[in-house]
Structure formats: C-alpha cells, structure tokens
C-alpha cells in the first residue's frame, strides 16, 4: 500500500488562548511520535504538502461572505498583535483566529483535495491528513466548535464537482456530532453521512432520526451513544450498522472525519474506546473502502484533546492504512467498566431505522473497476 501523510507546520500556528483544548501541541506531538517511531521514513509513507484550498473550493460549501470574514479576522488578528496586542482573538463562542489562522485553515481544507488529487492519479492508495484547525462543526455561514472551514466537507464537493464522483460516504467518529457537514449534505442524496458520537453532548444535534430530507433521506445516518458506551458497542455499530450502509450505498471514495476524542483519556469526550479499540473500527473501514472502492480512503483530523491518546491514534491510523494490523497502544484498556446497554436491541433498533434488516454485510455485489472508471472522470478529463 503508498499512503500519503499530509501536514505542514503552518497548522501550529493556529494559535488558541492557553488552556483551549485545541492545541498546536496536538499535531506536535503526533508529528513526535511518528519521527520517534521512524515512521516518517516508512516504506510505503510519502509525505504530501497540503495545498491551499481555492476560495472557489471553499465557495462550494461556504458563503463567500463568511470566507472573507475568517480572512479579515486573521488579517485583523495580525493587526492587533503587531500593535503589541494578544496572538490570538476570539471570533466566535469558542473558536478563535490568530494572525495565520486564514493561511492555516485554507491549508487544512487543502490537504484532503492534494490527498484526492493523488488517489485519483493513482500515486497512492489512501491518505492521513494531520490538520488543524478541525472541520466537522463549521457551518456554511459561521465558525463553531473551533473549527473555520468544514474541511471534510470542502473535499467530498471537490470529489463530486471536479472528479464528477456519484457517491461519496463520510465516516465520522468523532465524540461530538458533526452538525456542520450533516447540514451541508442533508439534501444531497451523494454523499452518505454516517456519525457515531456521545449524546446528549455538544452541539445536540446527531438525533437517530435526522435521516437527511428530500431525495436524500436515508443518506443521514446517526448513531448516539450514551456516555460511558465503549468498544462492546462500538463494534456491532460499525460491522452491522455503518458496514450494510455503506454496501448498500456503494461509495466510490470514504472520507472519514477522524476525531479521537471518543478515547477513554480524553478531557473532554467520555465515551470508552482504546486506541486498540479504535484500530479495530479502522480495520472496518479500510475492509469497506478495499471492497467497495478500491481502497480510497482519505482521513482527515477532527478532535482529540489528549495529546498522548491522540498521537497513539494517530500513528495506529497511519500504521493500518499502510497495511499492518497492529495498533500503537501504550494507554492501554479503559479504567472504567463500560455502562451496560442491550447492544442487540440497539442494532436491531437502527437495522429496523434505517431499513437494514435483511441487509447482511456482504451482500452487495464485488465492485466493477471499469464501472467505476467509466463513472469517474479522470483528472485529465
Ligand atoms: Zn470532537
């Protein structure tokens, strides 16, 4: 397998107040522990440097105005630290913009679509994008929960748009909903928005039956778990929920909104999973993306606020999409006993939703490459 690893430092300097738990350390500290695992000379590991994405690409799932909003509270930001004032501003509740903030975020939107541009040339198989500020919160028209653009968003349009893919699934398994990329695609019966996250939690959206509306309905699909849930039902979730949805829906490319806030360490998340615990869900994924479409997978960084637990889930990530098995644990096990929930009455709740009773994994038909071809518009096209 050729994965692309897709970073620049530029994303440390997204500065936010101390204490915010979206730290440049974050990506440090991943970056860290990759270079102490000498994985960055990893056979099979290219390091890609993210381009920028176009205010046109932005456009597609942003108001322009709001584009230019973000740019002029960076450039304002600048303005104020130049004159000795504070590094950092805040722009919304929670979501803060530094002098490089705009630079940052337009790179971190950019380095999915360098990441596409290259699976779609065939110079590698699957991606990891190291980036902040995260994405899955943005709205079309306003920051919220730290994040500027809607960067997995941003992607799965440019997929759509300029590789004239049919459909395309997002896998995020995040702590917290991803309100901003279910609004943007909620209409839009291409793109298959799956999310497991911790309910009631911020931003209270992700009910089970927010389904998508319109020709889209059924293309929304939302797993809240209760505080507590850990591996024992994040597993039947993945293999018998996410995995029939995804053959039913057949995906030419899966971008996953990687958040690994849902560790049991995080600071902020307190659902139970172990960084072992996230590899299995990721050895699901890379299964459905080597079943239904050739391998193309693209992860994208969302949350994660223990840097240790972040940076294990990280290079356990990137050791998967290489074709290992193994994952990089040093955390171990989750202190707590899972809080008991009757996993099969769960399953069969969202099978019965999301009429995927009868609908065994496997069962969809072996993925018919020149179909596929013909379907997708190369970058030449
Ligand atoms: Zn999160």
Same mark, same amino acid.
């Given at each position: 397998?050729?994965?692309?690893?897709?970073?620049?430092?530029?994303?440390?300097?997204?500065?936010?107040?101390?204490?915010?738990?979206?730290?440049?350390?974050?990506?440090?500290? $991943?970056?860290?522990?990759?270079?102490?695992?000498? #994985?960055?000379?990893?056979?099979?590991?290219?390091?890609?440097? %993210?381009?920028?994405? *176009?205010?046109?690409?932005?456009? $597609?799932?942003?108001?322009?105005?709001? @584009?230019?909003?973000?740019?002029?509270?960076?450039?304002?930001?600048?303005?104020?630290?130049?004159?000795?004032? =504070?590094?950092?501003?805040? &722009? !919304?509740?929670?979501?803060?913009?530094?002098?490089? *903030?705009?630079?940052?975020?337009?790179?971190?939107?950019?380095?999915?679509?360098?990441?596409?541009?290259?699976?779609?040339?065939?110079?590698?198989?699957?991606?990891?994008?190291?980036? =902040?500020? %995260?994405?899955? +919160?943005?709205?079309?028209?306003?920051?919220? /929960?730290?994040?500027?653009?809607?960067?997995?968003?941003?992607?799965?349009?440019?997929?759509?748009?300029?590789?004239?893919?049919?459909?395309?699934?997002? @896998?995020?398994?995040?702590?917290?909903?991803?309100?901003?990329?279910?609004?943007?695609?909620?209409?839009?019966?291409?793109?298959?928005? &799956?999310?497991?996250?911790?309910?009631?939690?911020?931003? /209270?959206?992700?009910?089970?039956?927010?389904?998508?509306? /319109?020709?889209?309905?059924?293309?929304?699909?939302?797993?809240?778990?209760?505080?507590?849930?850990?591996?024992?039902?994040?597993?039947?979730?993945?293999?018998?929920?996410?995995?029939?949805?995804?053959?039913?829906?057949? %995906?030419?490319?899966?971008?996953?909104?990687?958040?690994?806030?849902? +560790? #049991?360490?995080?600071?902020?998340?307190?659902?139970?999973?172990?960084?072992?615990?996230?590899?299995?869900?990721?050895?699901?994924? @890379?299964?459905?993306? =080597?079943?239904?479409?050739?391998?193309?997978?693209?992860?994208?960084?969302?949350?994660?606020?223990?840097?240790? $637990?972040?940076?294990?889930?990280?290079?356990?990530?990137?050791?998967?999409?290489?074709?290992?098995?193994?994952?990089?644990? *040093?955390?171990?096990?989750?202190?707590?006993?899972?809080? =008991?929930?009757?996993?099969?009455?769960?399953?069969?709740?969202?099978?019965?939703?999301?009429?995927?009773?009868?609908?065994?994994?496997?069962? !969809?038909?072996?993925?018919? @490459?020149?179909?596929?071809?013909?379907?997708?518009?190369?970058?030449?096209?």
């Amino acid at each position: 397998m050729t994965t692309a690893l897709l970073y620049d430092p530029i994303f440390l300097e997204h500065i936010t107040p101390e204490n915010h738990p979206d730290k440049p350390e974050r990506l440090q500290m $991943a970056m860290n522990v990759l270079e102490a695992l000498d #994985w960055l000379k990893r056979d099979g590991l290219t390091l890609l440097a %993210p381009r920028a994405a *176009s205010e046109d690409e932005l456009a $597609a799932v942003h108001e322009r105005s709001y @584009i230019h909003t973000v740019e002029e509270a960076a450039r304002k930001a600048a303005e104020i630290h130049a004159g000795g004032g =504070r590094n950092t501003q805040r &722009f !919304a509740t929670d979501t803060y913009v530094s002098p490089k *903030s705009y630079e940052a975020a337009i790179r971190a939107a950019g380095a999915p679509l360098t990441a596409i541009d290259a699976i779609m040339k065939g110079e590698i198989d699957n991606a990891y994008c190291l980036v =902040r500020p %995260p994405g899955h +919160h943005a709205v079309a028209e306003a920051a919220m /929960g730290f994040c500027l653009f809607n960067n997995v968003a941003v992607a799965a349009r440019y997929a759509l748009d300029h590789y004239g893919l049919k459909r395309v699934m997002i @896998i995020d398994f995040d702590v917290h909903h991803g309100n901003g990329t279910q609004e943007m695609f909620y209409d839009d019966p291409r793109v298959l928005y &799956f999310s497991t996250h911790q309910a009631p939690f911020y931003p /209270g959206t992700g009910q089970s039956n927010e389904r998508g509306e /319109g020709e889209a309905e059924g293309t929304t699909i939302n797993v809240p778990l209760p505080a507590t849930s850990g591996y024992e039902i994040f597993e039947p979730v993945f293999r018998q929920v996410m995995a029939p949805a995804a053959d039913r829906f057949d %995906p030419q490319l899966i971008l996953v909104s990687a958040g690994f806030d849902a +560790h #049991w360490d995080d600071p902020l998340g307190q659902l139970n999973l172990s960084t072992a615990g996230f590899a299995q869900l990721m050895k699901v994924i @890379i299964e459905e993306a =080597r079943f239904l479409c050739n391998g193309r997978l693209v992860l994208v960084q969302e949350g994660g606020y223990s840097l240790d $637990a972040m940076a294990a889930c990280v290079a356990t990530c990137i050791n998967l999409l290489l074709g290992d098995d193994a994952a990089v644990d *040093s955390l171990g096990q989750p202190p707590h006993m899972p809080y =008991r929930i009757n996993t099969d009455v769960l399953i069969a709740e969202l099978r019965r939703l999301h009429h995927l009773t009868g609908y065994r994994m496997r069962n !969809a038909p072996k993925p018919d @490459i020149a179909r596929l071809r013909r379907e997708v518009k190369g970058p030449d096209a």
